[in-house]
């Protein structure tokens, strides 16, 4: 939560200052595409899981694009798809990955199928609704800024403690840039914050449940209460992880609950629920027949 913050105040600035657009130039190259902003999702999220690389792209791209939702979309489609076939694409994929002990050689032979199969209406739309970022270039970021992000990636991977770094580090880049902290969407934090508290709390609650159709179970719950405390809830209950596995992978798509990175992608979009609504259905429907032909 300490790195999203940090994020989001670093990236109101460089949107208010136009550093965002050089930035953009750099990762993406000049008029990028709806087809290349989603793979350059979709690949990150295989390391950086699919809310944090959702997050990166989107911030980026948001700015600069007529139709937001055109770009954002596809881009979720991807992050949530193609992130999943490692372990470190989601949280619940690394759930699934510890509990079980798994092969990483297993684990992408599983997920292989799936992933392929969701990722389909996310370039479809891409392709045949994208639209090309306009060439536009800023001012590159000021140092503050890359100092500010570095550091805060860097405590991340090292798995510093956040009580070391996170207070003087923003305590310090509030006093130089104030105006940046009031544009962190603490909406998004707050939702990031209960998704890895609900999972603590159920574990904590000690709920088991037997199930007899992991993958339907986990479909269907996911819906309601999101994929990764789905995960934990089914997790104790069932010793098929294949299907449990495809479960929550292909219940993140559907329902704006469904997943974090749904939510994260809608609120960047400011619209677009329509086209939403149709691929999401679309990835429901081809994850599902993905599925029971891998099995």
């Known amino acids: 939560m300490g790195f ?3 994020q989001s105040a670093v990236t109101a600035e460089l949107a208010r200052t136009g550093a965002i657009h050089w930035i953009r130039r750099v990762l993406l190259g000049r008029n990028p595409g709806t087809v290349r902003v989603a793979l350059a999702s979709g690949l990150l999220s295989t390391v950086l899981t699919n ?3 959702l997050i990166a792209v989107g911030s980026v791209v948001a700015h600069a694009a007529r139709r937001p939702h055109r770009v954002l979309l596809p881009s979720l489609i991807t992050a949530n798809s193609i992130g999943a076939v490692t ?13 079980y002990h798994l092969n990483v050689w297993d684990f992408l032979r599983a ?4 992933t392929a199969a969701l990722a389909i209406p ?3 739309y891409a392709l045949l609704k994208g639209e090309r970022l306009p060439s536009t270039t800023g001012p590159p970021p ?7 992000i570095s550091i805060s990636a860097a405590c991340l991977i090292a798995h510093v403690p956040l009580y070391l770094w996170f207070p003087p580090l923003m305590l310090g880049y509030a006093a130089l840039r104030p105006l940046s902290i009031r544009e962190v969407d603490w909406v998004v934090v707050a939702l990031l914050t209960a998704a890895v ?3 603590n709390g159920i574990r904590w609650l000690g709920w088991h449940v037997q199930v007899s159709d992991p993958y339907l179970s986990a479909l269907l719950l996911s819906q309601a209460i999101s994929n990764v405390p789905a995960t934990v809830i089914l997790l104790p209950g069932t010793g098929d992880w294949v299907s449990l596995l495809h479960g929550v992978t292909v219940g993140g798509f559907g329902t704006p609950v469904a997943s974090i990175a749904n939510l994260i992608a809608l609120r960047m979009a400011g619209g677009g629920i329509r086209p939403y609504a149709l691929t999401q259905a679309s990835c429901l429907v081809l994850g599902t ?3 029971y032909v891998a099995t």
Do not use: M
Not at 87 to 99: E, R, T
Not at 111 to 114: G, R, S, T
Not at 142 to 148: D, G, V
């Open 122 to 124: 996310g370039l479809a």
């Open 197 to 199: 508290l609900l999972p």
């Open 289 to 291: 027949v993905a599925h």
């Open 142 to 148: 000021s140092p503050r800024e890359l100092a500010a």
């Open 51 to 53: 809310d944090a690389a």
């Open 4 to 6: 999203v913050i940090v």
């Open 87 to 99: 372990p470190l694409g989601n949280p619940q994929n690394a759930i699934v990955y510890s509990h």
């Open 111 to 114: 997920q292989a199928p799936i």
